[in-house]
């Protein structure tokens, strides 16, 4: 039971300080300019604002901001996995601050659907039993996410209800707060997967590379991965942000990049075993750009594993932090691969995102970054252990 | 507890693991979906690539029928001239050239119409894809339509179509799909779809789709060159015009693909030539995708019994944790 120690070393703690600085100021601008594009989107439509056309339908505002971003947002996911299902408390430290961050992930890449949704006034639809269409991957996605979100919420409201002093409601609440953790494991695994599988019935649309009856089992491991490594992100970034000693986490750190090196072996064992199976290995070769791009993918797995594998490097938040962006990089470029690069409808049709679309993107994130921000200087988030100095 | 998490692990997530690999692998025969088939009294079309003269007749038909506006891609603002199927067109004919396109229908020196449109899958991915039901087939026409009331517009159709049929208006802020949806509303007074009703050499034909099964034996068995008689408007209509038959090639375009479709076509190119998607399935990517679906969620059992599992060692989990916290506060 030793590992409890840290657990009682590290109670969570708001870390305090001012809200107005250079980069929130930075962010907010971000934001604001996100905001005028998206009034345009709904004046005049999304042909105004984006390039998406009819053989490239989902741009970045459905790729990046809703597949990869809820990737990035599967800190809480992987944490609660490992901690509460795996019944492992040397991370139960970190699981708040993990929380936090898919908590704002989750909750905006939800709002951004709307943005993209071209009659998003009827999104209730996706809720309401009369228009329900269970075999559609994307209603299992869409009312996942959604479940999601409010799971989230409510796994989160210990931290508000500590904050104000509701001490009845917070006992009442963590008494079946465990059900909601079981629905914060389950729902995440279900439409993470169902992110590949919304690609099977494209068929012949995407290329063979990535085309597999696996996508499901694909994107839930790269899921889990980015769980891990944002964690890594986040923990690095909050201890240079707020100039925090992070001592204390980094053995959890270590053990996360053990996890994550495994856990990338079995997708890259899986991945080039259900090429061989269906003999498309040589388009791994003779396949142009797709080629190139599935390249920079293999790799950007294979560094965090070839990196992680050695005990030395995990112990090294040098190493650590390279490892987990590359894998990071590698999951989004999968996904952005599988549904982008690997879209397949003619000589005739391109895709790039404009420049407001991409701004409209970087605001969501500013948004998202800003507003971890702000939490966690105002509530009890972090471990609290002491800053350095100042601030 | 050791023992316990390693039983939890085997019990629950291994039990996920196995109905995942059986869904992603298909081999739960119990739960497989196959294709839908063709209803008893389904309506269809008969495209005869080879009668077309590309007048467009059905192009405009159908603008009119449906009050879809023009559109204009010379820059003259003379006529409406769509490039393909888009957001204010339901139907277009292509057209294929080949070298001094002196012979029609032939893919060498030649040249031949295609009218691109909704094939009316028999079993249609649209469908199959729309989370909530703004694409239905019709039980007993199979005419497959779009109800923008329902619509939310999160365009899985158009990514999902294999046939790049459906398309989205991206240039209004209160936008839909466009597709053609078999002029349902002529249908429910009695009439037959525009386009076919105002083609002249009945190029696109309408029928039952048995009828259409044995019109396309009829003209598969002519010999080329020889004079036939060709029915225009609906297979049965008696108007009929003789001209001799042309050299089909052998597929059948619809039959099989994806399951049949409703739409059919006939043609004396290659269908590639004209840039439709050849060598598809007869297992409806409809079907892979549900069968999927259902093997993971169906009667939502299998993620009833991974909740259970998890709810198990949640609790246990949360319990030891915060017990040790509460104590130490």
């Known amino acids: 039971m030793n590992n409890r120690s840290s657990v009682r070393a590290m109670p969570s703690r708001p870390v305090g300080g001012r809200l107005v600085g250079l980069f929130t100021v930075a962010l907010s601008a971000l934001v604001g300019v996100a905001v005028y594009f998206i009034y345009q989107r709904f004046v005049y439509g999304l042909g105004a604002v984006t390039n998406i056309n009819n053989a490239y339908t989902w741009g970045i505002w459905v790729v990046w901001d809703v597949v990869i971003a809820t990737g990035f947002a599967c800190g809480g996911y992987a944490m609660a996995f490992v901690t509460y299902i795996l019944n492992r408390g040397e991370y139960h430290p970190l699981v708040r601050s993990a929380l936090t961050a898919s908590l704002f992930g989750y909750t905006l890449g939800g709002l951004s659907v709307l943005i993209d949704l071209g009659r998003y006034w009827n999104f209730w639809h996706i809720l309401s039993p009369a228009y329900f269409n269970t075999g559609s991957v994307m209603f299992e996605v869409a009312a996942c996410i959604t479940l999601y979100i409010l799971v989230l919420w409510i796994e989160f409201s210990p931290v508000a209800l500590e904050h104000y002093g509701f001490k009845r409601t917070n006992k009442a609440l963590n008494s079946v707060l465990f059900l909601f953790i079981a629905l914060g494991v389950l729902l995440p695994s279900m439409h993470q997967s169902s992110l590949g599988s919304l690609l099977v019935v494209m068929g012949f649309h995407i290329h063979p590379l990535w085309q597999t009856p696996l996508l499901p089992v694909l994107f839930l491991l790269t899921a889990l991965c980015m769980g891990f490594a944002v964690v890594i992100l986040e923990v690095t970034l909050a201890a240079v942000g707020f100039k925090r000693d992070i001592h204390a986490e980094l053995p959890i750190l270590s053990k996360l990049g053990q996890i994550i090196a495994l856990v990338l072996v079995v997708f890259l064992a899986l991945r080039f075993g259900d090429l061989a199976w269906r003999n498309a290995l040589e388009s791994v070769f003779n396949s142009g750009i797709r080629s190139v791009m599935f390249g920079i993918e293999t790799l950007l797995f294979a560094y965090p594993v070839w990196v992680l594998a050695q005990p030395g490097n995990r112990a090294r938040l040098s190493k650590l932090f390279p490892a987990a962006f590359s894998m990071l990089a590698g999951a989004s470029l999968y996904r952005i691969d599988a549904f982008l690069v690997a879209n397949e409808r003619g000589p005739a049709w391109h895709y790039f995102p404009s420049a407001p679309e991409i701004l409209v993107t970087t605001g969501v994130i500013a948004l998202e970054v800003l507003a971890y921000i702000v939490f966690v ?3 009890p988030i972090l471990p609290g252990h002491p800053a350095v100095q100042g601030r | 507890m050791t ?7 085997r019990g629950g997530l291994g039990g996920a693991a196995a109905v995942t690999a059986c869904a992603t692998l298909g081999v739960d025969p119990a739960e497989a979906r196959g294709n839908l088939t063709v209803p008893e009294n389904a309506i269809g079309f008969l495209y005869d690539s080879t009668l077309c003269i590309g007048c467009k007749a059905c192009q405009s038909a159908c603008k009119t029928a449906n009050e879809l506006p023009f559109e204009d891609n010379t820059g003259t603002g003379l006529w409406d001239t769509p490039l393909d199927l888009s957001g204010k067109t339901y139907t277009v004919i292509k057209m294929y050239q080949n070298g001094t396109s002196e012979h029609k229908d032939k893919a060498v020196d030649g040249f031949a119409h295609l009218k691109r449109q909704c094939l009316h899958c028999i079993d249609p991915s649209c469908v199959s894809v729309c989370p909530v039901q703004a694409m239905r087939k019709d039980p007993v026409t199979g005419v497959v339509s779009y109800d923008a009331d329902a619509c939310i517009g999160c365009r899985y159709c158009v990514a999902g179509c294999p046939f790049g049929v459906p398309q989205f208006q ?20 009695g009439g037959i779809p525009a386009c076919a009703q105002h083609c002249p050499t009945g190029a696109t034909l309408f029928g039952s789709y048995k009828a259409l099964t044995a019109e396309i034996e009829r003209r598969k068995a002519m010999k080329p060159g020889q004079p036939n008689l060709f029915p225009r408007r609906t297979v049965d209509s008696g108007d009929t015009h003789e ?15 994806m399951g049949g479709t409703q739409v059919r076509y006939l043609a004396g190119v290659p269908f590639d030539k004209f840039g439709m998607p050849v060598g598809l399935p007869e297992r409806s990517y409809a079907s892979v995708s549900e069968t999927m679906q259902h093997s993971l969620y169906g009667g939502l059992i299998a993620p009833a019994i991974v909740l259970a599992g998890l709810a198990a060692a949640a609790w246990r989990g949360a319990r030891e944790l915060h017990h040790d916290e509460d104590g130490h506060e």
């Open chain 2, 243 to 257: 001209r001799p038959a042309a050299e089909y090639t052998e597929q059948v375009y619809g039959d099989k693909e």
């Open chain 2, 3 to 9: 023992v316990n998490r390693r039983d939890f692990l």
């Open chain 1, 377 to 379: 200087k105002k509530f």
């Open chain 2, 170 to 189: 991206y240039d209004t802020p209160f936008p839909r799909i466009a597709k053609c949806q078999f002029c349902k509303h002529i249908l429910a007074k």
